[in-house]
């Protein structure tokens, strides 16, 4: 991007080429090997985004350039940068000097990442934990627990902040360390609605990140770029539940593609959110049932030392603790529960939900409960 000779070449002052980054990438109809044709053709950013509409032809055809030029009148890359700094997001650029490494090698790198809380050194490479968003109560279970023990082995976390097997593995992460997500939207508009509240908590305790301005809603094209950047900011990739056709799929694909491990949690052959992952083992992926699992694959990472210890079991209050009691290796179900302790269906929900998420039950075939291996 903007190279003569190998070297960057700066004609223009630091803001106005940020300025330009931010508008060259704010343009739906500019894919990333357009942007590189323009970028070759007219110099570099600040030139190919104040270029006439002609040059633009030169280069992309007429009809094309016509498209370009409308969505360049309707966007302004100044209002974008004050709507971010009374945000507080910091804007990253391609040849800025704290854009990640990684990214930058990419094949096709963002040319702007939008960043929320604080990206450290010791963050990249991490572990990304993804997964399906319809995933079962074993799935989240699991998720979180990986993501907790990692983070407490002084791992940073990475995952997309969708439902499901996502946000388990943020969730997990921020009980015992530090956590990235990397939106498919806008940090202005993170999907689902109603995310800011975990969106707040990353960022407090890792990072936000995403390649699309602020206001860009989540689409079928959007999600799967996510991916490629989770894949690209990961050491490896765990999958831990997907169904045959999943996004989780989809960054697995990416870590193959940039020579990273994938790693997948084996789950039951009854279950459609594990044909993803039981098919990737046997196409090769290393299996896991421990965070061990991973982190054998990296011996320079076995010296490593808990950023803080895991959170503390919980203490259970009386009720709980008497569901708990009765559960053992043997599975029971919430009927047989019922009986023996006198609880209601929606107290005894209530109760293994929670149990569930502490990481002190787990839920098996035919909705039954046993204490977690």
């Known amino acids: 991007m903007g190279q003569q000779g190998g070297r960057l070449c700066y004609h223009f002052p630091a803001m106005d080429r940020k300025l330009a980054w931010v508008g060259l990438n704010a343009l739906p109809s500019l894919t990333p090997r357009r942007l590189r044709i323009l970028l070759s053709s007219l110099g570099g950013p600040v030139e190919a985004w104040r270029a006439p509409r002609a040059s633009w032809a030169r280069v992309l055809g007429e009809e094309l350039a016509a498209k370009l030029d409308r969505e360049r009148a309707g966007f302004s890359p100044e209002k974008e940068l004050e709507r971010a700094e009374r945000l507080g997001v ?18 096709d790198p963002p040319p702007v990442l939008y960043l929320l809380g604080e990206l450290r050194e010791e963050d990249l490479p991490g572990i990304a934990i993804v997964g399906t968003r319809r995933c079962t109560s074993y799935g989240r279970l699991v998720a979180r627990r990986l993501a907790r023990e990692l983070a407490a082995r002084g791992m940073t976390v990475i995952s997309g902040l969708a439902p499901g097997i996502d946000r388990a593995a943020h969730r997990g992460a921020l009980e015992a360390g530090r956590t990235v997500a990397v939106l498919g939207t806008g940090l202005a508009r993170p999907y689902p609605a109603g995310s800011e509240k975990l969106l707040g908590e990353i960022a407090a305790a890792g990072a936000a ?3 699309f301005p602020l206001e860009q809603p989540g689409s079928q094209w959007t999600f799967p770029r996510r991916n490629r950047l989770i894949a690209g900011l990961s050491l490896g990739v765990v999958v831990v539940e997907a169904p045959a056709r999943s996004g989780a799929l989809i960054t697995a694909d990416y870590a193959l593609e940039q020579g990273k491990e994938v790693f997948a949690v084996p789950g039951p052959i009854t279950s459609q959110a594990s044909v993803g992952t039981n098919h990737l083992i046997r196409e090769g992926a290393k299996l896991v049932t421990s965070v061990e699992d991973i982190l054998e694959e990296y011996p320079h990472l076995s010296r490593l030392s808990p950023a803080r210890e895991p959170a503390p079991a919980p203490t259970l209050d009386a009720e709980a603790q008497a569901v708990y009691d009765l559960l053992g290796l043997e599975p029971l179900g919430i009927a ?26 787990q839920e098996t075939a035919g909705r039954k409960y046993m204490r977690a291996r």
């Open 90 to 107: 910091k804007i990253l650029t391609w040849d800025g000097p704290d854009f990640p490494p990684s990214l930058r090698e990419l094949p």
């Open 209 to 211: 990140l995403s390649e």
């Open 336 to 361: 047989e529960l019922g009986e023996r302790t006198g609880l209601s269906h929606a107290r005894l929900s209530q109760i293994l939900v929670e149990l569930q998420l502490a990481g002190l039950i």
